[in-house]
C-alpha cells in the first residue's frame, strides 16, 4: 500500500545543533512531495516541496530537503537549529500529481534544548 | 502567501447535536478544498474533497451522512458533524490550493462532544 512514514516520532536537539528528520515514501513512481511544520494555535505550513529537477532543494526558515530516489527518502535538513524551530514536522506526499489529495506521515515532534 | 481561515476555532457541543465548521479562502478562489481530520499526537487523515458545485467525495471508511460537506461557493466550504458522539471529537483542518502544487491550511477547528 501506498504510504509515507517518519521513523522518528520524537527528536530532541540542542539549539545550534543541526537537524535531519527522515521521511521515507511508498510509492512506484515519484511522488510530488512535501514537509510542512504545524506549530500550537496555527495551521500548517509549507517548509517546500519537491515536483522534480534538482534534487536538492531549499526552503523557508533555513531548512532543506534532498530527495533520494534510489532510497524512496526525502529527509529534511536544518545545519543550526533555533529554539523557535520547536514544532511538528510532516512529510506529506501528492500520489496523484498535483491533486491536491495529502497524505501525511505520523509526524516527527522536535524539541529543542537551550 | 494566501491565507484559509476556518471558524469557529474551538467548539464544544452536547452528544447528539449537529456543529458546523467553515473554511473560507480568504484572497483566492478554491474550487476544491479539502478535510482533514487529527487526532492527538497523529497525523492528518484526509476525509474528503469538497467540490464547489457538486458532491463531496469521501475516503473510504469516512461516513457521508455523518460528514456533510458543502462547498457553495469558490472561496467556502463547510463540514457540518451531525448526530455528533463523544468519538467524533478531533482537530479539523481545512486545506484548499491556491496554485503552484501548494495547498494551504486553516488553523484547525478542536471539536469536542461532551
Known amino acids: 500500500a501506498q504510504s509515507v512514514t517518519q521513523p522518528d516520532i520524537h527528536i530532541t536537539v540542542s539549539e545550534g545543533a543541526s537537524l535531519e528528520l527522515r521521511c521515507n515514501y511508498s510509492?512506484?513512481?515519484?511522488?510530488?512531495l512535501f514537509w510542512y511544520v504545524q506549530s500550537p494555535g496555527q495551521g500548517l505550513q509549507l517548509l517546500l516541496k519537491?515536483?522534480?529537477?534538482?534534487?536538492l532543494v531549499q526552503g523557508i526558515k533555513g531548512f532543506e530537503a534532498e530527495f533520494k530516489r534510489s532510497q524512496s527518502s526525502f529527509n529534511l535538513r536544518k545545519p543550526s537549529v533555533h529554539w523557535s524551530d520547536a514544532a511538528e514536522y510532516f512529510c506529506?506526499?501528492?500520489?496523484?500529481?498535483?491533486?491536491?489529495?495529502?497524505?501525511f506521515g505520523q509526524g516527527t515532534t522536535l524539541q529543542v534544548k537551550p | 502567501g494566501a491565507v484559509v481561515s476556518q471558524h469557529p476555532s474551538w467548539v464544544i457541543c452536547k452528544s447528539g447535536t449537529s456543529v458546523k465548521i467553515e473554511c473560507r479562502s480568504l484572497?483566492?478562489?478554491?474550487?476544491?478544498m479539502f478535510w482533514y481530520r487529527q487526532f492527538p499526537k497523529q497525523s492528518l487523515m484526509l476525509m474528503a474533497t469538497?467540490?464547489?458545485?457538486?458532491?463531496?467525495?469521501?475516503e473510504q471508511g469516512v461516513e457521508k451522512d455523518k460528514f456533510l460537506i458543502n462547498h457553495a461557493s469558490l472561496t467556502l466550504s463547510t463540514l457540518t458533524v451531525t448526530s455528533a458522539h463523544p468519538e467524533d471529537s478531533s482537530f479539523y483542518i481545512c486545506?484548499?490550493?491556491?496554485?503552484?502544487?501548494?495547498?494551504?491550511f486553516g488553523p484547525g477547528t478542536r471539536l469536542t462532544v461532551t
Open positions: 486545506s484548499a490550493g491556491g496554485g503552484s502544487y501548494e495547498q494551504y
Open positions: 510509492y512506484g513512481a515519484t511522488p510530488y
Open positions: 519537491y515536483f522534480s529537477g534538482d534534487t
Open positions: 506529506a506526499v501528492d500520489l496523484s500529481g498535483n491533486t491536491g489529495k495529502l497524505i
Open positions: 484572497d483566492f478562489q478554491a474550487t476544491t
Open positions: 469538497s467540490n464547489e458545485g457538486s458532491k463531496a467525495t469521501y
